[in-house]
């Protein structure tokens, strides 16, 4: 099925919610999802691999391992990297903006693809950003050239070693000397829509029938196109 970027965005922040995402939260990982179908990396079809997990993974935190002025490092308990991504990706760019340079260890985390998009707001910034993650089968690079929202990405078929196989990924940021480079123009994919899974939509959808209320007086007063009772 056809569906718009903004019919994604929509439906995937409905679903977020459904899974119990904070508000903000939401918003941040259907921008993502949308992302990744801009580059051409299949956001639905990343998110669908993910379903599964966060459904069960609203209640479960990740911790803080080690913090210093240039290393983070966070141990995300087996969850997708969409239940920690925003914050510490934030947090880590930060130090890389004062400090120059800053490393991000996301230990036992899964769909690692997924946070390409919250690295792309990085180097949108001014920062160099260099990715890296692995497992039994091969091992991924993807960087992203400051002020560039397009990231290069290279795979390696061959297995990761020690901790690169632990379900980690490792993510340096660096400010450059010199200007950064132009952001990348809209890409014309936007007015022809992009082709979904119907099933991955059914799923989506199904997760985010689960903000919807039982309709009652009060509810169809405050809702779409409603007042207040002080109207």
Known sequence: MRVSLNEIQVMCRKAFEGMG???????DAADLVGWLQLQGLDGVGAL??????LDREAER???LCHEDSALLV??????????CAATVVELAQSKALHCGQAVLRIQHCHNRLLLLGYLSRAAELGLDVQARWGDARQQHLGTFAAGSACPVLHSDDQPCAG??????????????IGAAQPAAATHDMLSQGFTVSEHTWQRLKQFADQ??????DGSRRHGAG??????
């Open 211 to 216: 903000i919807l209320v039982e309709s009652t």
């Open 21 to 27: 995402f904070a508000a903000g939260d939401c918003e």
């Open 48 to 53: 669908a691999k993910a379903l599964d997990y």
């Open 226 to 231: 409603g007042g207040s009772d002080a109207d």
């Open 163 to 176: 901790a690169a196989a632990e379900q980690g990924i490792t993510v340096m940021f660096s400010r450059p």
């Open 61 to 63: 935190p990740y911790s």
């Open 74 to 83: 966070i141990d995300a308990q087996g969850q997708s990297v969409l239940r």
